[in-house]
């Protein structure tokens, strides 16, 4: 991880992470364990795990095939950020949203430049980039998820869609089944270092 970290501060512009995920559904839910056995749009990943500790059928899918998808019956739901309510018209098609606390899941990006392309720049064009990145361009990721979020909210309101709020108690249960999971991966990383 330190290796990572220091090659990061050579050529790292900035860092983000989306909104909390959300489960987009076409039929309500009352507990976790209606959602065993549904065709559910994932992207890989920690969704992948997620959707297997829910018993879900993880279909992968990226966002702009998961309108089509649902209108098709090919899924019965779909992982995404709440922006996803509204940029892909997701509200329409998949009318009852559940969120959990946190979320679902939460995806982290990293910009970067290549060092030798870096290198290969002006002084002023680096200058130039490193005035618009850093904590400025994290801070700016930050508030166009959060932007983008609200306005996927206002626009299931809009059109109807339900939000469903389930009890502690499968909030409770969810926690649980999530909470192996970044041990979990880290076991995977450390054998791949």
Not at 47 to 66: E, F, H, Q, R
Not at 68 to 80: I, K, S
Request: proline share 5%.
């Amino acid at each position: 991880m330190r290796y990572w970290l220091r090659r990061y501060e050579k050529s790292g512009l900035g860092l983000g992470v989306h909104g909390p995920g959300a489960l987009f559904l076409a039929e309500p839910i009352e507990s976790l364990d209606d959602l065993q056995g549904r065709r559910v749009r994932i992207g890989g990943g920690v969704m992948a795990d997620i959707s297997n500790a829910l018993s879900l059928t993880g279909v992968a899918l990226p966002p702009g095939g998961t309108y089509e998808a649902a209108t098709q019956g090919v899924v019965d739901g779909a992982m995404l950020t709440l922006e996803g309510l509204k940029s892909f018209r997701l509200a329409e098609v998949l009318p009852y949203t559940v969120q959990m606390p946190g979320g679902f899941y939460r995806g982290s990006f990293s910009m970067v430049i290549n060092p030798d392309t870096w290198q290969s720049l002006s002084e002023e064009d680096r200058n130039a980039i490193m005035d618009v990145s850093g904590e400025k361009l994290s801070r700016l990721f930050g508030f166009m998820m959060d932007t983008v979020d609200v306005r996927g909210v206002e626009f299931a309101k809009e059109v109807g869609n339900t939000f469903i709020e389930l009890p502690p108690e499968e909030v409770e249960n969810f926690m649980q089944l999530a909470a192996s999971l970044p041990s979990d991966w880290f076991e995977v990383a450390a054998e791949k270092v």
